[in-house]
T-cell receptor, first 112, second 114 residues
Framework: QKEVEQDPGPLSVPEGAIVSLNCTYS??????FMWYRQYSRKGPELLMY????GNKEDGRFTAQVDKSSKYISLFIRDSQPSDSATYLC????????????FGSGTRLQVQP | DVKVTQSSRYLVKRTGEKVFLECVQD?????MFWYRQDPGLGLRLIYF???????EKGDIPEGYSVSREKKERFSLILESASTNQTSMYLC?????????????FGPGTRLTVT
């Protein structure tokens, strides 16, 4: 079983829809949770970061972490065609030096 | 603006060749990483380095080696390329400041071994 599970999609939604992307994990030591966005033929770039449990909002994006359920989510409100990309969750037990453990990524397509 | 660059975007090599993938970062970061990305498997860590001349194995180091002679440069070496090493290779770097977590990625090198 993988340490981090993520539905690969693809997920296709109409423009303006609310999108929900999710990951589950098995390692209870994880406490740093990130969402990366990767456009086609580009490297991933950090979108959202959350430490421990709780919610974090940044514009149209909201990240949620539920450590008791080992479940994290990314919500995108008023989705735009420019949001079409692969979204990767990533997590780590400590900041800095250690490498991240990534989910396999969910491909999102927002139809105009 | 932060920058991680990789020597090639696309590379085609033959089975048995020695392959060098180069990565350079201009952020004075201590940590550098090499991942490979395959459909359905996500990013898997091959090797990482937290200082010049230091290296640690990641999850899938077999068939690979690395070199870090200068702080800004981290090289991935395929000693004898095989077809199962056909993949997208991503380099990343991160700083060692307190609370740092973000890894900055390069654009990737798509390697095909025939």
């Amino acid at each position: 079983q993988k340490e981090v599970e993520q539905d690969p999609g693809p997920l296709s939604v109409p423009e303006g829809a609310i999108v929900s992307l999710n990951c589950t994990y098995s390692n209870s030591a994880f406490q740093y949770f990130m969402w990366y966005r990767q456009y086609s033929r580009k490297g991933p770039e950090l979108l959202m970061y959350t430490y421990s449990s709780g919610n974090k909002e940044d514009g149209r994006f909201t990240a949620q972490v539920d450590k008791s359920s080992k479940y994290i989510s990314l919500f995108i409100r008023d989705s735009q065609p420019s949001d079409s990309a692969t979204y990767l969750c990533a997590m780590s037990a400590r900041a800095g030096r250690r490498a991240l453990t990534f989910g396999s990524g969910t491909r999102l397509q927002v139809q105009p | 603006d932060v920058k991680v660059t990789q020597s090639s975007r696309y590379l085609v090599k033959r089975t048995g060749e020695k392959v060098f993938l180069e990565c350079v970062q201009d952020m004075d970061h201590e940590n550098m990483f090499w991942y490979r990305q395959d459909p359905g498997l996500g990013l898997r860590l091959i090797y990482f380095s937290y200082d010049v001349k230091m290296k640690e194995k990641g999850d899938i180091p077999e068939g690979y080696s690395v070199s870090r002679e200068k702080k800004e440069r981290f090289s991935l070496i395929l000693e004898s390329a095989s077809t199962n090493q056909t993949s997208m290779y991503l380099c990343a770097s991160s700083g060692e400041t307190s609370g740092s977590y973000e890894q900055y990625f390069g654009p990737g090198t798509r390697l095909t071994v025939t």
